[in-house]
């Protein structure tokens, strides 16, 4: 089973940007569906984005045209750049990855193995 380490979270003023890295060991993120969902206090987990093994990808309405998905083979990583941050993006940012079938690449049960998490904070 793939383990992944989050990393790239911290604190941004509203319309900042940041970017989040998901690194992979024990296996190479090409062959897996890998996504970023985000949870709040509160909140249920929630599909930011994802990147198929395909390479194609998809995004939340909310995200769509401010936050793009990447993935870099070479470094077996994949990347998450959130530019025009809002202070409702606030939330833990967690990796995961699976070999996740279309219909269930929105949901967490469709992920087999998740990363720590890393804190996101943007303020008004």
């Known amino acids: 089973q793939v383990q992944l380490v989050e990393s790239g979270g911290g604190l941004v003023q509203a319309e900042g940007s940041l970017r989040l890295s998901c690194a992979a060991s024990?296996?190479?993120?090409?062959?897996?569906?890998v996504a970023w969902f985000r949870q709040a206090p509160g909140k249920e987990r929630e599909f930011v984005a994802a990147?198929?093994?395909?390479?194609?990808?998809h995004y939340a309405d909310s995200v769509k045209g401010r936050f793009t998905i990447s993935r870099d083979n070479a470094k077996n990583t994949v990347d998450l750049q959130m530019n025009t941050l809002k202070p409702e993006d606030t939330s833990i940012y967690y990796c995961?990855?699976?070999?996740?079938?279309?219909?269930?690449?929105?949901?967490?049960?469709?992920?087999?193995?998740w990363g720590q998490g890393t804190p996101v904070t943007v303020s008004a």
């Open positions: 990147i198929r093994w395909t390479g194609t990808t």
């Open positions: 995961a990855a699976g070999t996740t079938i279309l219909s269930n690449m929105r949901q967490p049960g469709g992920y087999s193995s």
């Open positions: 024990g296996g190479t993120v090409s062959r897996y569906s």
